[in-house]
């Protein structure tokens, strides 16, 4: 069904070119190999890969000019440069041209495979289609058909024509990133590079220069000059979420960009011409924030041009029901069910639910529900005991795991568990085995080796959930 990766390996040297090749193989990737910059080039504009990983010196056309080809004709393929000792300035300037990232010689396979993961990550935010509303076949959607949501989706028409910067809020897991997503692929920017970043996950002084890079010696440890993400997404749109959570200092930088259409980077003296659009979104309550300080009230009013508000989902039960055959119709052939089914009063349900972490614990719920269930009809016993289970524990990812701890001790103190560590194994091991199944595309061996268990136990423990790896290595 879901065919494997396609990736285009360009390297002169035939025994690296040869141990590469194997080594994604093996991770699951088809992997094809050409040996020259021209020929590369002619075959990464000619054929549908998923993503690029070339040298950087090599006959014919060299790297940098490969990549400055092929990111103009393809803005939104992934190309990740290997570098040989003295070449990185070349590999910096190629990812001014629009290249994901370089990785220097000597490199572990495993540090390959890892920026290969997260290029395509990157990608498929980009690519994947999304479509919006009540009769959806995507795999990815905006599902809903509410009032609130269909104005909503009118909005979503009207931002994405124009260039205007848009500010996303609404509570965890109502569907901020999906609508800033939508946004991008319904502009004029849509063939252009989509990069989202969690100004949340990211120290601050990291952030600074992914954001706006940094020249050599700009700081200990900035040994090469580094460009940062708003250079690289230059003609294209910049997803800047959590952006409450970036500190005022930085703020003003990107104030400077919204004001002047310019970024400095970090030790940089000249500021840098860039054609960014933004958009951004946050689950704070930013006019607190800038009764705080904590929040540049200018930055706010430039941000907001346009808001786009996403109410919580128990304001929107009536759109639960498609939510949940949706969600049943998504993940039913990853867990291997063939028809899902749930009963009429299991949708009531859940329609009658509060919904603390919105879609996203919907999502959750349904999904172990199915799990459960299997072939049989979800029905509301089997959903009470999932949600309150959910809840609990897992559902909101902001939850810290201290919180988690004391729900759990509280549950054992009032008698309603005995084994809590059974239980918090219970808890967290199935999304810990399907996570890392899915990100290491269904490879088994990969994904014990993450976890850090035999391929046997992998094995054993995937059927125990219910989970099906998409594919398997050739050997298995
Ligand atoms: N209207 C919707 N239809 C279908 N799926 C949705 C909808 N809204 C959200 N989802 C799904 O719910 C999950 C959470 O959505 P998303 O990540 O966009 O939320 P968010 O508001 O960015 O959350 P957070 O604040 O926690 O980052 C995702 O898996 C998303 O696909
Ligand atoms: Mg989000």
Redesign the pocket.
């Known amino acids: 069904m879901t065919r494997n990766t396609k990736v285009l390996l360009i390297e002169d040297d035939r025994s690296i070119a040869t141990g590469l090749q194997k080594a994604m193989r093996g991770s699951g990737y088809d992997v094809a190999v050409q040996t020259r910059g021209d020929t590369g080039l002619r075959h990464a504009l000619a054929e549908a890969y998923d993503i690029v990983i070339t040298d950087l010196r090599l006959p014919g056309t060299d790297g940098l000019e490969l990549v400055r080809q092929l990111h103009q004709a393809k803005p939104k393929l992934p190309i990740i440069l290997i570098t040989a000792h003295g070449s990185t300035e070349t590999a910096i300037e190629a990812t001014r041209w629009g290249a994901f990232d370089y990785l220097p010689k000597p490199f572990d396979v495993e540090e390959l495979l890892e920026l290969v993961g997260k290029a395509l990550d990157s990608s498929r935010l980009m690519s994947e289609p999304i479509e919006m509303g009540d009769a959806v076949s995507a795999r ?5 058909n509410s009032r609130v ?1 269909q104005s909503i989706y009118k909005e979503i028409g009207r931002v994405a024509a124009t260039p205007v910067t848009v500010l996303i809020r ?10 800033a997503r939508a946004i991008y692929q319904h502009s004029n920017r849509a063939a252009a590079p989509f990069i989202a970043i969690n100004c949340a996950a990211i120290p601050e002084t990291l952030l600074e220069s992914e954001l706006f890079g940094h020249e050599r010696g700009a700081f200990t440890g900035a040994d090469t000059r580094r460009i940062g993400r708003f250079e690289q997404a230059h003609g294209g749109t910049i997803f800047l ?2 952006i409450g959570d970036m500190s005022v200092r930085l703020q003003a930088k990107l104030l400077r960009e919204l004001q002047e259409k310019t970024i400095q980077r970090v030790g940089g003296k000249e500021p840098v011409p860039v054609d960014v659009r933004i958009i951004a ?1 946050t ?1 704070r309550d930013l006019e607190a924030a800038i009764r705080e300080r904590l929040f540049r009230e200018d930055l706010f009013y430039r941000l907001s041009v346009v808001t786009l508000s ?1 109410p919580p989902l128990a304001e929107r039960a009536e ?1 639960i029901p498609d ?1 949940v055959r ?1 969600f049943l119709r998504r993940y039913a052939p990853e867990i291997g069910v063939a028809s899902p089914a749930i009963s009429p009063e299991a949708i009531a349900y859940l329609q009658s639910q509060p919904w603390p972490g ?3 614990e919907l ?1 959750n719920a349904t999904r172990k529900a199915l799990l459960l269930a299997r072939d049989y009809t979800i029905g509301v016993d089997l959903l009470r005991e999932v949600v309150a289970k959910t809840r609990q524990p897992l559902a909101a ?2 939850q810290t795991h201290a919180a988690y701890i004391t729900e759990l001790m509280d549950a054992v103190e009032r008698g309603e568990t005995h084994n809590a560590f059974a239980r918090m194994l219970a808890d967290l091991e199935p999304e810990l085995y399907a996570q890392a199944i899915r990100r290491a595309q269904g490879n088994l061996t990969r994904a014990a080796q993450w976890l850090g268990v035999t391929r046997l136990k992998m094995r054993e423990k995937l059927k125990e959930f219910g989970l099906h790896p998409r594919r398997e290595t050739s050997g298995d």
């Open positions: 990815t959607a905006i599902v809903g949501m609404g509570d965890t897991g109502t569907g901020k990133e999906l609508i979420d959590e979104a689950h996403l759109d939510m949706y919105n879609v996203r999502e990812s902001q």
